[in-house]
């Protein structure tokens, strides 16, 4: 290119500027796989401490829900862990009622500790207990309460990252504390089929599985499916429960979601990249799109997970690569 043409250009380019034009072959192609969020790691044993405080400096009335957002390092002031993906830990004492309300983002609980919580959705009530995974789909009324007499910890999951992208965030407060009980559930009943999944079921299908359907990376992994429509039980996060022998030395592998662990049982290693995780009981990991990952356990590990894959295959972008060695 010769010189008075580079500045005829430069000339071009800032008289564009104005119009909100931009030279497209100006700008390097980032059309590449992986994310802006990096891998994270929440030991539960410095989180469950911080909780507890957190009962001693906030009422459940001034916080509305006591919730610990984990944050992506890597995404600060978002309050999500990944790009796509919410997470926090919610803690319930005894007599606290987190009151109705009802948003346009698709939420989870997944059952950590604690005995007597229940959640109710649309007034279906359902106690809810250690492991359990229960649903909240979008806009369905939803409080919780705590009728035990010991705290109670979940895991809270919701796609608001989706909300935003969209511009699609609605919310409203029920006028009354506590939405109108229609239904009590007894756990494994025709109302909450596809709002519950319960612990005890999803370990019973885990220990049912063949040995022949270990997977080479993934050890023994369910994906849950709402047995009303056969499809995943939100309509942008789709949520597993796997089980990794004890002596499990899994292969490395990467898939285009971003995927949230909380390990209910046991614990294990997990390679993410060049970095090494130990994960305890209850710990939370977050890896993200791309990221080569692989598990080794010398334990027994239960590991549930949610991800955004449900809405990546909706969308036709999801993949994945078994890596070989
Ligand atoms: C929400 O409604 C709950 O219902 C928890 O317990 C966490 C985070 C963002 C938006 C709504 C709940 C939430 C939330």
Redesign the pocket.
């Known amino acids: 290119m010769t010189p008075s043409n580079s500045s005829e250009l430069q000339q071009f380019k800032e008289a564009i500027d104005p119009l909100n034009l931009l030279p497209l072959w100006e700008r390097q192609m980032k059309l590449l796989p992986g994310s802006h969020c990096v891998p994270a790691h929440w030991a539960y044993q410095a989180v469950r401490p911080l909780l507890e405080k957190s009962v001693a400096l906030i009422s459940k009335k001034d916080a509305d829900?006591r919730?610990l957002v984990m944050e992506n390092p890597s995404l600060k002031g978002s309050s999500f862990i990944s790009q796509s993906l919410?997470a926090?830990q919610?803690i319930i004492m005894p007599g606290e009622i987190?009151p109705s309300?009802r948003?346009s983002?698709n939420?989870l609980r997944f059952l950590v500790e604690g005995e007597g919580a229940y959640t109710s959705v649309d007034g279906v009530k359902m106690m809810m207990r250690p492991g359990d995974f229960v649903v909240?789909p979008n806009f369905t009324w939803?409080d919780?309460g705590n009728e035990g007499s010991q705290a109670v910890v979940w895991m809270?999951g919701?796609d608001?990252p989706f909300t935003s992208l969209f511009g699609a965030h609605f919310r409203e407060n029920y006028p009354q504390d506590i939405y109108p009980v229609t239904h009590t559930s007894q756990r494994l009943d025709q109302h909450c089929a596809s709002l519950i999944y319960p612990w005890e079921s999803s370990l019973d299908c885990l220990s049912q599985m063949p040995t022949s359907q270990m997977d080479p990376v993934h050890g023994f992994k369910l994906r849950y499916i709402n047995p009303k429509t056969g499809k995943d039980p939100l309509t942008t996060i789709a949520a597993f429960m796997q089980m990794l022998p004890k002596g499990f030395m899994g292969k490395t592998y990467r898939s285009t979601e971003h995927t949230v662990m909380n390990v209910a049982q046991g614990s294990c290693i997990l390679e993410v990249g060049s970095q090494t995780y130990h994960l305890a009981t209850h710990d939370v990991m977050v890896v993200p799109s791309w990221e080569p990952y692989r598990f080794l356990s010398s334990d027994m590990a239960v590991i549930f997970s949610f991800s955004d894959r449900c809405a990546q295959q909706a969308l036709g972008f999801w993949r994945e690569e078994y890596l070989v060695e």
Do not use: S
């Open positions: 829900r919730v919410y926090g919610q987190a309300h948003h983002p939420a909240t939803h919780h809270d919701l608001t």
